[in-house]
T-cell receptor
Framework: DVKVTQSSRYLVKRTGEKVFLECVQDMDHENMFWYRQDPGLGLRLIYFSYDVKMKEKGDIPEGYSVSREKKERFSLILESASTNQTSMYLC??????????????FGEGSRLTVL | AQSVTQPDIHITVSEGASLELRCNYSYGATPYLFWYVQSPGQGLQLLLKYFSGDTLVQGIKGFEAEFKRSQSSFNLRKPSVHWSDAAEYFCAVTRGAGGFKTIFGAGTRLFVKA
């Protein structure tokens, strides 16, 4: 089974703090994604990565950055957290080749509250 | 722009009744279509997917979905709902070169009453 692990399930941070959300996979999948989930809006893509050190902006990248130094780890960074970044963050990987099935496997999510 | 619409924010059905969750997409080419389910406090799990071929696809937990190109729809169905099906359901489409980007509908929350 594909396993996607998000190290922090719940975080509470203050406005202006730097926040790191970590995502680790246990296989050799190339494509990794960060989404945020908000009620009534579904999941919106923040950033994705298709290989080590490669990244591309998703639909809502403002206020976020990412890092992928190793294939198994994809980090989401909030340089200066703001209250409107309070949300559920979901990491996902795509199984198969980049032009394959497109199925995503998700971690359990990191719920971030910014005060 | 490509989009996925789930018209129903929430639906309540009685246990044992049939279920249909609606999904419409806007996408120029033949899409890859998915339904995911999210139980409370969990990540999303794939229920089923459609790429090509038979337009009626079977998934896990007794769910099925039908792709109708003429209606740009991919509705999810189950003949008899169980209380454990209470969850949030997301329709999604993969787009873009190489199928990198998957976009999701806003979700439909299913409530099951005894």
């Amino acid at each position: 089974d594909v396993k996607v692990t998000q190290s922090s399930r719940y975080l509470v941070k203050r406005t202006g703090e730097k926040v790191f959300l970590e995502c680790v996979q246990d296989m050799d999948h190339e494509n990794m994604f960060w989404y945020r989930q908000d009620p009534g809006l579904g999941l919106r893509l923040i950033y994705f990565s298709y290989d080590v050190k490669m990244k591309e902006k998703g639909d809502i990248p403002e206020g976020y950055s990412v890092s992928r130094e190793k294939k198994e780890r994809f980090s989401l960074i909030l340089e200066s957290a703001s209250t409107n970044q309070t949300s559920m963050y979901l990491c996902a990987i795509r199984a198969g080749t980049s032009r394959g099935t497109g199925e995503l496997f998700f971690g359990e999510g990191s719920r971030l509250t910014v005060l | 722009a490509q989009s996925v619409t789930q018209p129903d924010i929430h639906i309540t059905v009685s246990e044992g009744a049939s279920l249909e969750l609606r999904c419409n997409y806007s996408y120029g080419a033949t899409p890859y279509l998915f339904w995911y389910v999210q139980s409370p406090g969990q990540g999303l799990q794939l229920l089923l997917k459609y790429f090509s071929g038979d337009t009626l696809v079977q998934g896990i937990k007794g769910f099925e979905a039908e792709f109708k190109r003429s209606q740009s729809s991919f509705n999810l169905r189950k003949p008899s709902v169980h209380w454990s099906d209470a969850a949030e359901y997301f329709c999604a489409v993969t787009r873009g070169a190489g199928g990198f980007k998957t976009i999701f509908g806003a979700g439909t929350r299913l409530f099951v009453k005894a």
